[in-house]
């Protein structure tokens, strides 16, 4: 045989056996200490590039715009997954702020398993998601107040500038009577440190996370925190369409509830090593009880802050009373099975 076609031969036999490996590139718009880019998306990604055989991958990519782009950018085939905060886009998607309600008293990881069942339960038609293939619905760890002024008082809040993120934040803000500032969480190191704010409502891991145990004196932390953040990630349906059968049902085992309460965990984890950070630091750190004054204030000052959002619900053809009940009783087991 001519030596020529003998080589192209081999070639083309070793290049048919090779399979390239499809990469999905997930748009992130949190710093790569954040959990989900330290834990939750390459966790997903390693458990999805495992049960495809090698055939799907997962890259992070950074620096592709404001977090409330970020739907948009999946919508327009810009990138192939992203996740972000429901509250950077008033009015789309109100359903799963459900979770985001004062009263809840669980962690993230119990709080994400139950909006994922109570988001599946009752709100599945509601088509906020239409267009995308929803992933996960999960939430951020308590928010609580990290600020350049002690916290003895609600009294000590009023008319203070304090960055929100949007959501029910606008509620407590209101209630509390303070002077709120919308930024997304990445901006609030630059604002604290330039004196533009004065506090912020946020979970305790960004102290850590981002940095704010060098530009806050006070850390007050709530037992059951002030509220929960509700987040989606979401995937284009084009993209997941054009994947095999095979590798579609790879995706769908390892995504929805499982990739919602993965990424509740991992915000928890934050948490305690963002109080941690803190205290090494020199911040001080206020660790509430249930029993103390400022604790019963606030509980007070938001015992009627859920009737907003089941007004919402109710308004929208939801039984939205009944909901939010399935959702803390669903949180609730999940507490006393798995602890937290």
Same mark, same amino acid.
């Given at each position: 045989?001519?030596?020529?076609?003998?080589?192209?031969?081999?070639?083309?036999?070793?290049?048919?056996?090779?399979?390239?490996?499809?990469?999905?590139?997930?748009?992130?718009?949190?710093?790569?200490?954040?959990?989900?880019?330290?834990?939750?998306?390459?966790?997903?990604?390693?458990?999805?590039?495992?049960?495809?055989?090698?055939?799907?991958?997962?890259?992070?990519?950074?620096?592709?715009?404001?977090?409330?782009?970020?739907?948009?950018?999946?919508?327009?085939?810009?990138?192939?997954?992203?996740?972000?905060?429901?509250?950077?886009?008033?009015?789309?998607?109100?359903?799963?702020?459900?979770?985001?309600?004062?009263?809840?008293?669980?962690?993230?990881?119990?709080?994400?398993?139950?909006?994922?069942?109570?988001?599946?339960?009752?709100?599945?038609?509601?088509?906020?998601?239409?267009?995308?293939?929803?992933?996960?619905?999960?939430?951020?760890?308590?928010?609580?107040?990290?600020?350049?002024?002690?916290?003895?008082?609600?009294?000590?809040?009023?008319?203070?500038?304090?960055?929100?993120?949007? $959501? !029910?934040? +606008?509620?407590?803000?209101?209630?509390? /009577? #303070? &002077?709120?500032?919308?930024?997304?969480?990445?901006? @609030?190191?630059?604002?604290?440190?330039?004196?533009?704010?004065?506090?912020?409502?946020?979970?305790?891991?960004?102290?850590?996370?981002?940095?704010?145990?060098?530009?806050?004196?006070?850390?007050?932390?709530?037992?059951?925190?002030?509220?929960?953040?509700?987040?989606?990630?979401?995937?284009?349906?084009?993209?997941?369409?054009?994947?095999?059968?095979?590798?579609?049902?790879?995706?769908?085992?390892?995504?929805?509830?499982?990739?919602?309460?993965?990424?509740?965990?991992?915000?928890?984890?934050?948490?305690?090593? $963002? !109080?941690? +950070?803190?205290?090494?630091?020199?911040? /001080? #750190? &206020?660790?509430?009880?249930?029993?103390?004054?400022? @604790?019963?204030?606030?509980?007070?000052?938001?015992?009627?802050?859920?009737?907003?959002?089941?007004?919402?619900?109710?308004?929208?053809?939801?039984?939205?009373?009944?909901?939010?009940?399935?959702?803390?009783?669903?949180?609730?087991?999940?507490?006393?099975?798995?602890?937290?």
């Amino acid at each position: 045989m001519n030596i020529k076609k003998t080589l192209s031969i081999a070639v083309a036999s070793t290049l048919a056996s090779v399979s390239y490996a499809e990469t999905l590139r997930v748009a992130s718009w949190l710093p790569p200490t954040n959990p989900m880019n330290e834990i939750v998306i390459p966790a997903w990604g390693k458990a999805i590039s495992e049960a495809t055989d090698g055939r799907i991958d997962v890259e992070i990519v950074y620096g592709l715009g404001h977090p409330k782009t970020m739907w948009n950018l999946v919508e327009d085939g810009i990138v192939d997954v992203s996740y972000s905060y429901h509250g950077y886009v008033p009015g789309r998607f109100e359903l799963p702020q459900v979770v985001e309600q004062p009263g809840l008293g669980a962690n993230a990881e119990a709080a994400s398993y139950a909006l994922w069942n109570t988001y599946d339960k009752y709100f599945a038609d509601s088509g906020e998601f239409d267009g995308l293939k929803l992933l996960a619905l999960f939430t951020h760890g308590h928010g609580q107040i990290h600020s350049n002024f002690p916290v003895n008082s609600l009294d000590d809040l009023k008319d203070k500038k304090i960055r929100i993120g949007g $959501g !029910v934040q +606008s509620i407590l803000a209101e209630e509390l /009577q #303070v &002077t709120t500032v919308g930024a997304p969480a990445p901006k @609030v190191y630059e604002m604290m440190q330039q004196g533009v704010i004065d506090g912020a409502f946020l979970p305790t891991g960004e102290q850590k996370i981002l940095r704010l145990s060098e530009v806050t004196k006070y850390l007050t932390v709530f037992p059951d925190g002030m509220y929960m953040g509700s987040f989606s990630m979401f995937m284009s349906p084009y993209v997941f369409e054009d994947l095999s059968q095979k590798d579609q049902e790879a995706i769908n085992r390892i995504s929805g509830l499982s990739l919602s309460t993965l990424a509740g965990a991992a915000w928890d984890k934050a948490d305690v090593t $963002g !109080v941690e +950070s803190a205290e090494e630091n020199g911040v /001080q #750190v &206020t660790i509430l009880a249930d029993g103390d004054d400022l @604790v019963k204030q606030l509980n007070t000052k938001l015992a009627d802050v859920a009737d907003v959002w089941v007004k919402a619900a109710d308004a929208k053809g939801y039984q939205g009373e009944e909901a939010l009940q399935y959702l803390r009783d669903t949180a609730q087991q999940y507490t006393e099975q798995h602890g937290g």
